[in-house]
């Protein structure tokens, strides 16, 4: 994906940076990234997408929807292709929306939306539910290969606790997961069922958060899995993604796996000792 700074997406808009900045705070977009730094950068497409519709005449509170219905044609592609039964199709799809977003954002704006979708109008035992549902796994797996090892000091034991692959939990774990990832997390994902031993990885992966998520499974599932680590490494702070408040464990992240990380990053870091975070940098 191509990403653009501040004055680069100014130059091809024919605006000021400052207009450029008027326009995502009044209208939210182009909606940019922004570095460690605080520093804003735009991907090339919603910026190509604004720049046609103004072209085309339009004021920019006109070609503000304009530009946007157009990158939210890429859920509707996304969701064709899967009613064909096309994993080409479906790729093709999701490519595009890379194209004009992130990897994070093109999950949480094009990928589970569709899939909320089809699941919605299909139903959870539909064979176009099938279909949608192994091949977003797959793709989010694809994507999980590809991206760079975690490099910071951050780990998390991630049990997986939904119900298979028809779950609509599966994907939106996937999801978390390839977050964490990408943001230099160590991730340990495996099946909440699989408690005994959990001590020992545990004790080779060493996490600063255990997350439990999916809704399958009960209290004791989350106590064993705390009471393993903690046996092993000391106590951990657990948290629930994509289930419910237990008395066990307060502690729920956002559903959307982007909330969910930030969430479980500042969890980790309120748990750590700050001189344990000296001595890491």
């Not at 990158?71 to 080409?88: G, I, Q």
């Not at 994902?189 to 809704?215: C, E, F, K, T």
């Not at 009471?227 to 959307?256: E, F, K, M, N």
Request: include cysteine; proline fraction near 6%.
């Amino acid at each position: 994906m191509r990403y653009l700074k501040t004055s680069e997406a100014a130059t091809i808009l024919e605006i000021s940076p400052n207009t450029l900045r008027a326009w995502e705070r009044r209208f939210g977009f182009p909606k940019p990234q922004r570095s460690p730094g605080g520093h804003r950068s735009y991907t090339h497409g919603e910026v190509v997408a604004l720049r046609e519709a103004l072209r085309g005449g339009l004021s920019i509170s006109s070609a503000v929807p304009r530009a946007r219905a157009g990158v939210a044609a890429d859920t509707d592609s996304l969701v064709r292709a899967l009613l064909a039964y096309d994993a080409v199709r479906s790729d093709c799809a999701i490519e595009t929306a890379l194209a004009l977003r992130s990897v994070e954002r093109s999950v949480e704006e094009v990928l589970l939306p569709a899939l909320e979708l089809i699941v919605g109008r299909s139903g959870a035992e539909s064979a176009a539910w099938a279909f949608s549902a192994r091949w977003a796994v797959d793709w989010l797996r694809r994507a999980r290969r590809l991206a760079q090892p975690g490099v910071s000091p951050v780990s998390i034991l991630l049990g997986d606790a939904s119900r298979g692959e028809l779950d609509l939990d599966a994907p939106y774990i996937r999801a978390l997961e390839l977050f964490c990832v990408r943001a230099g997390v160590r991730v340990l994902r495996l099946s909440a069922q699989a408690v005994n031993g959990i001590g020992d990885a545990a004790a080779v992966h060493r996490p600063n958060l255990v997350v439990l998520a999916g809704s399958q499974g009960n209290d004791d599932t989350v106590a064993r899995w705390a009471w393993g680590v903690g046996r092993s490494v000391g106590p951990r702070p657990v948290a629930l993604y994509r289930r419910t408040t237990s008395r066990v464990c307060p502690a729920v992240l956002p559903s959307a796996p982007g909330d969910a990380q930030l969430r479980l990053l500042e969890l980790v870091d309120a748990a750590i000792p700050a001189r344990v975070r000296q001595l890491a940098l």
